[in-house]
């Protein structure tokens, strides 16, 4: 079935400093990618997505591209602040047939950062 | 606009006794999604609703979970009895569609069955 493998957290960084969390998947197809976000004591949100091969999805100074050589979503930021302190969640949705409404989901990273 | 309400967020209750979680999704969302969450995971699909019809509730644990969506509007997720394994944070989700339309979330329930 549909996995998704995101790097074990937690991860500490500095303000300001550069943010990797490594996401791959398993799936037939195309699947459509995503990360989500969740801030302490809210649900998660939307962060970006691709639906396709090489589209980047970026926002808030997110950035993640869909690498289906490397079946990877890895998820980056610049420069993180201390508002970005929060669980990342990758996952996908199947690109067709039964259960292209599934979200699937990685285990989660919680990612902190110090000031 | 307002988002994804569930109620209660926090439930303790211990085992064998019954327990329900309430959501209301976003006005004119016709789909609706039930996850659990385990500590330490990510979120898994207990059910979905297109309107008032539970369309896949292949992941549900029908011998003590059932839910309900009257109307195709408000919906309940019930337990029992609850059982130890079943703490956890039990999300709501909707959307217009289904694919790739984005799911927003509640902030869940958190249950604690001791």
């Known amino acids: 079935g549909d996995s998704v493998t995101q790097m074990e957290g937690p991860v500490t960084l500095s303000e300001e400093a550069f943010l990797t969390i490594n996401c791959t998947y398993t799936a037939t197809g195309y699947p459509s990618l995503f990360w989500y976000v969740q801030y302490p004591g809210e649900g998660l949100q939307l962060l970006l997505k691709a639906t396709k091969a090489d589209d980047k999805g970026s926002n808030k100074g997110f950035e993640a591209t869909y690498r289906k050589e490397t079946t990877s979503f890895h998820l980056e930021k610049g420069s993180v602040q201390v508002s970005d302190s929060a669980v990342y969640f990758c996952a996908l949705i199947p690109f067709s047939g039964a259960g292209s409404y599934q979200l699937t989901f990685g285990k989660g990273t919680k990612l902190s950062v110090i000031p | ?114």
Request: net charge negative; with cysteine; glycine share 8%.
């Open chain 2, 1 to 114: 606009e307002a988002g994804v309400v569930q109620s209660p967020r926090y439930k303790i209750i211990e085992k064998k006794q019954p327990v329900a979680f309430w959501c209301n999704p976003i006005s004119g969302h016709n789909t609706l999604y039930w996850y659990r969450q385990n500590l330490g995971q990510g979120p898994e699909l207990l059910i979905r609703y297109e309107n008032e019809e539970a369309v896949d509730d292949s992941q549900l644990p029908k011998d003590r979970f059932s839910a309900e969506r009257l109307k195709g509007v408000d919906s309940t997720l019930k337990i029992q009895p609850a059982e130890l394994g079943d703490s956890a944070v039990y999300l709501c989700a909707s959307s217009t569609g289904t694919g790739n339309n984005e799911q927003f979330f509640g902030p869940g329930t958190r249950l604690t069955v001791l």
